[in-house]
């Protein structure tokens, strides 16, 4: 296993995309975090919600990542919770800090993500990944555990959350929630994985198979309603979502699922540009970090590292219609408001 956590086996560091270097014949696995510390309202972990003291450190291009980032602009802790971001290209000393001055992050001053893992954990053999929340007074990683993270913004973090905050992970509908996010993370975060990085035709194909059986399943719940759960916006939608963002980018020429476009699917399509132009999501999307991150690291599956120049991008902002079937993105809340200073995604990186 790499520093960067990119994978150099057969197994891979939860939380980011990884690359393909020198994958044997075993397939894919996809390992648990490794620093699983909560931050939570009584500070249970050590690690108590505190306005100010944690930094959340994301790369655009990771879609375990861009999670984190469309929660806390939908939550509104962008004023509790600072942002760091990544280059889209990590090099052997793991995720970089090159688009700040100085090649430094600005409020832990570090130039590379490790630093912070380090500072937790000397010699940590496992990978560096994103989203990573770190300590900002000691400068020490706190949590790498992504499939939690989310969770305990949109519960433990309420006291800091904006008026008007939707609740993403309504108390009624979690269970409904947890078993519709088991099965896109399995077959669709995931899934795209498994197919991209799968070393023998038997092992692509299955994966290639669940990823479309999946996602024709849920076609057909989304052809009338307006999200996966309730009639509102939940962590549900954004965990499918951050995958069918980079689908025809990435996933359907790099990583070889290619039975259709998700542009190809009426229903899926519609979804994802109605997310996408809701207040939240495509405001978090940089789509020339993605495909710059996954061309140019996955050396293995694209040794030239040549990024295309597709697909054409304007469709994202076509109208969807999907109002008409009801729901209410925010429930009774309200959008987030405008993207802070220094956080949006540059215009020609967007559609």
Not at 99 to 118: C, M, N, Q, S, T
Not at 174 to 195: L, P, Q, S, T
Not at 300 to 307: A, C, D, H, M, W
Not at 315 to 323: I, K, N, Q, S
Request: a negative charge.
């Amino acid at each position: 296993m790499s520093r960067d956590g990119d994978a150099t086996g057969t197994t891979a560091q939860d939380g980011t995309a990884q690359s393909n270097t020198a994958y044997g014949s075993k397939p894919f696995k996809r390992s648990r975090s490794h620093f699983t510390d909560r931050i939570t309202a009584d500070g249970a972990d050590g690690w108590p919600v505190e306005a100010g003291r944690y930094r959340l450190v994301i790369s655009r291009a990771c879609p375990w990542a861009s999670r984190a980032a469309i929660s806390r602009r939908l939550l509104g802790l962008e004023g509790a919770l600072s942002l760091g971001i990544t280059d889209p290209l990590q090099d052997d000393r793991s995720w970089r800090f090159t688009l700040d001055p100085g090649e430094k992050d600005p409020v832990l001053g570090i130039r590379f993500l490790h630093e912070a893992y380090d500072a937790r954990e000397s010699e940590y053999p496992g990978g560096v990944s994103v989203p990573a929340i770190v300590d900002v007074p000691s400068g020490r990683l706190v949590t790498n555990d992504y499939q939690q993270l989310t969770l305990d913004l949109a519960t433990e973090w309420s006291d800091l959350h904006r008026s008007g905050a939707p609740d993403l992970y309504p108390q009624p509908l979690r269970d409904e929630i947890d078993e519709v996010m088991e099965g896109v993370y399995r077959d669709v975060n995931n899934g795209v994985y498994r197919a991209g990085f799968a070393t023998g035709q038997e092992e692509y194909e299955r994966a290639y198979g669940d990823v479309f059986r999946r996602l024709d399943a849920l076609s057909a719940r989304l052809a009338d309603h307006r999200y996966l759960v309730g009639e509102t916006i939940t962590e549900a939608d954004i965990r499918l979502f951050v995958t069918l963002v980079r689908f025809d980018a990435v996933y359907h020429g790099h990583f070889k699922c290619n039975r259709s476009k998700i542009a190809e699917d009426p229903v899926l399509w519609a979804y994802a540009r109605d997310l996408y132009q809701t207040p939240g999501f495509g405001d978090t999307v940089d789509f020339a970090h993605i495909k710059r991150h996954y061309y140019g690291v996955h050396t293995g599956i694209n040794p030239t590292g040549i990024v295309p120049a597709g697909p054409d991008l304007s469709g994202w902002l076509a109208p969807h219609h999907r109002e008409q079937l009801g729901g209410r993105p925010f429930g009774d809340g309200t959008p987030p408001g405008p993207v802070p200073a220094g956080e949006e995604v540059p215009a020609e990186h967007r559609p």
